[in-house]
T-cell receptor
Framework: DAGVIQSPRHEVTEMGQEVTLRCKPI?????LFWYRQTMMRGLELLIY????????DSGMPEDRFSAKMPNASFSTLKIQPSEPRDSAVYFC????????????FGPGTRLLVL | GNSVTQMEGPVTLSEEAFLTINCTYT??????LFWYVQYPGEGLQLLLK?????DKGSNKGFEATYRKETTSFHLEKGSVQVSDSAVYFC???????????FGKGTLLTVNP
């Protein structure tokens, strides 16, 4: 059974460019989470969805960040325009309704903004 | 608000040594508690969990007991292996929103 799939695994871009990160959750999972991991701030929850609907986006840093989940098998996190301080590893995680507190993480996207 | 504090790393041990990584939490009510592990270059994986006071979570030789009186969930293993080298995260979840609050993580390196 495939786990959470994220793409790309690595992204290098220049300041001001648009960046789109992609996530495919585990089939049948109802919850999807986006996290950011940095050395300074650790793991931060950015936003999460339940049945494709955003429930809590209080962790989204600013208006440059946006996330969508158009269907149960796909989500995107977009940064426009990107800045060097956005450099981090971004993780997507999903969880099933019957074990909502157990999250399954993808391998992450390592983003470097120059 | 809810928070998790875990011991600062890095922790370096020799193979077969005893491991303890301390974790304490602050929360209103009784949260569920977790340990996640992150191997190099990978995402986090659930290692073990406990959902109520005095529960003991265990997996792969690791154990942690939910201590309400000391608000702690310390991770232990009697004999570590080189393959246990990873970053370990303590986390809690409280209420119906199932958001996880993570500690900063503790890097463990086990030398042969």
């Amino acid at each position: 059974d495939a786990g959470v799939i994220q793409s790309p695994r690595h992204e290098v871009t220049e300041m001001g460019q648009e960046v789109t990160l992609r996530c495919k959750p585990i089939s049948g999972h109802d919850y999807l989470f986006w996290y950011r991991q940095t050395m300074m701030r650790g793991l931060e929850l950015l936003i999460y969805f339940n049945n494709n609907v955003p429930i809590d986006d209080s962790g989204m840093p600013e208006d440059r960040f946006s996330a969508k989940m158009p269907n149960a098998s796909f989500s995107t996190l977009k940064i426009q325009p990107s800045e060097p301080r956005d450099s981090a590893v971004y993780f997507c995680a999903s969880s099933p309704f019957e074990r909502q507190e157990t999250q399954y993480f993808g391998p992450g996207t390592r983003l470097l903004v120059l | 608000g809810n928070s998790v504090t875990q011991m600062e790393g890095p922790v370096t041990l020799s193979e077969e040594a005893f491991l303890t990584i301390n974790c304490t939490y602050t929360a209103t009510g009784y949260p569920s508690l977790f340990w996640y592990v992150q191997y190099p270059g990978e995402g986090l994986q659930l290692l073990l969990k406990a959902t109520k006071a005095d529960d003991k979570g265990s997996n792969k030789g690791f154990e942690a007991t939910y201590r309400k009186e000391t608000t702690s969930f310390h991770l232990e293993k009697g004999s570590v292996q080189v393959s246990d080298s990873a970053v370990y995260f303590c986390a809690l979840s409280y209420g119906s929103n199932y958001k996880l609050t993570f500690g900063k993580g503790t890097l463990l390196t086990v030398n042969p």
